[in-house]
């Protein structure tokens, strides 16, 4: 149990086009996600958090326009890269919070999508 | 604002050895959880350890144990029997409780044939 799924695993666009990655719990309902971008040879940068119904809360830094959340279910989560630039390639990973062993929260990830913009 | 400190960005061991991984954090907090991840080739995050600050009692998962120091904000992760299986990056983390989880830099982890 506790999967998430991430569509699609890699995507390769275009330099202003838009790109649609969908995160998706599988087998658990998921109040909050959470959406990382993760540069080679680095560590996870948290970019939003989402939950389901309301406006996602952005990091410092990250420009909400460019990167358009939505949670409008309790099993999915899409992050939109708007009018994308090489500078946005990158690996993006989801996570979602799902009750684990109790009554603890526990956060499950995705297995990431690789955008490359050309 | 918390931190997390990984200052091995890299180690290596021979296989059936032991190795440690070290990480420091710093909070304010009395209550919250403490994760190692291990990152594989494949990118996929998976758990590998947690601990409950508010437990004194050191978490263990098979191969793999923690030797959390509160008062030190210390929480080093040992890997025993190291197969070669076990290399990846591992991210030490950091989450006060229902909130978003803050990683550390990570460190590689080799392993020797």
């Known amino acids: 149990g506790a999967v998430v799924s991430q569509h699609p695993s890699r995507v390769i666009c275009k330099s202003g086009t838009s790109v649609k990655i969908e995160c998706r719990s599988l087998?658990?309902?998921?109040?909050?996600m959470f959406w990382y971008r993760q540069f080679p040879k680095q560590s996870l940068m948290l970019m939003a958090t989402s939950n389901e119904g309301s406006k996602a809360t952005y990091e410092q830094g990250v420009e909400k326009d460019k990167f358009l959340i939505n949670h409008a279910s309790l099993t999915l989560s899409t992050l939109t890269v708007t009018s994308a630039h090489p500078e946005d390639s990158s690996f993006y990973i989801c996570s979602a919070n799902g009750v684990s062993g109790g009554s603890y929260n526990e956060q499950f990830f995705g297995p990431g999508t690789r955008l490359t913009v050309l | 604002a918390q931190t997390v400190t990984q200052s091995q960005p890299e180690m290596s061991v021979q296989e059936a050895e032991t190795v440690t991984l070290s990480c420091t954090y710093d909070?304010?907090?009395?209550?919250?959880?403490l994760f190692w991840y291990k990152q594989p080739p494949s990118r996929q995050m998976i758990l590998v350890i947690r601990q409950e600050a508010y437990k004194q009692q050191n978490a263990t998962e098979n191969r793999f144990s923690v030797n959390f120091q509160k008062a030190a904000k210390s929480f080093s992760l040992k890997i025993s029997d190291s197969q070669l299986g076990d290399a990846a990056m591992y991210f030490c983390?950091?989450?006060?409780?229902?909130?978003?989880?803050?990683f550390g830099k990570g460190t590689r982890l080799h392993i020797l044939p």
């Open positions: 909070t304010s907090e009395s209550d919250y959880y």
């Open positions: 087998d658990f309902q998921a109040t909050t």
């Open positions: 983390a950091y989450r006060k409780v229902d909130d978003k989880i803050i």
